[in-house]
């Protein structure tokens, strides 16, 4: 149930951006010239670490992005996906605080975003 969350706004949001991208956002991001180089950049990092990973099953709190989350939000990370509500928010310890199904969802719309460059 959480995974088609995840994928319906990875969905939602690859077409939503697409469609801006080709409006004109595209030709004015072309006019910077960094922005290919460094997707380039970041996915040829992407592709060497795939290739150099290890198959260990480590726990996904423990990586860099959540503990990036975790430096940003501090305690407003709740490092649990909510099973019962299905919500990117969640309340724990009387303060609403963001699921990992939220930080699934903003990096889903951020490598959309990167990728509607191609546009």
């Not at 697409?18 to 991001?29: Q, T």
């Not at 910077?32 to 099953?57: K, M, N, S, W, Y």
């Not at 996904?60 to 940003?72: A, C, P």
């Not at 305690?75 to 969640?90: P, Q, S, V």
């Amino acid at each position: 149930r959480l995974m088609a969350k995840a994928l319906f706004a990875g969905i939602v949001s690859a077409i939503l951006f697409r469609f801006i991208f080709a409006l004109g956002l595209a030709s004015a991001l072309d006019g910077l010239g960094v922005v290919p180089g460094l997707l380039g950049i970041v996915l040829t990092f992407c592709g060497v670490r795939q290739l150099t990973a290890q198959e260990d099953h480590c726990d996904v709190t423990q990586t860099l992005l959540v503990r990036g989350f975790r430096f940003l939000l501090g305690d407003r990370l709740g490092e649990f996906y909510d099973e019962e509500g299905e919500g990117l928010l969640a309340v724990s310890k009387g303060r609403v605080c963001v699921t990992l199904l939220g930080v699934v969802i903003f990096l889903l719309v951020t490598v959309n975003f990167a990728f509607a460059c191609d546009v």
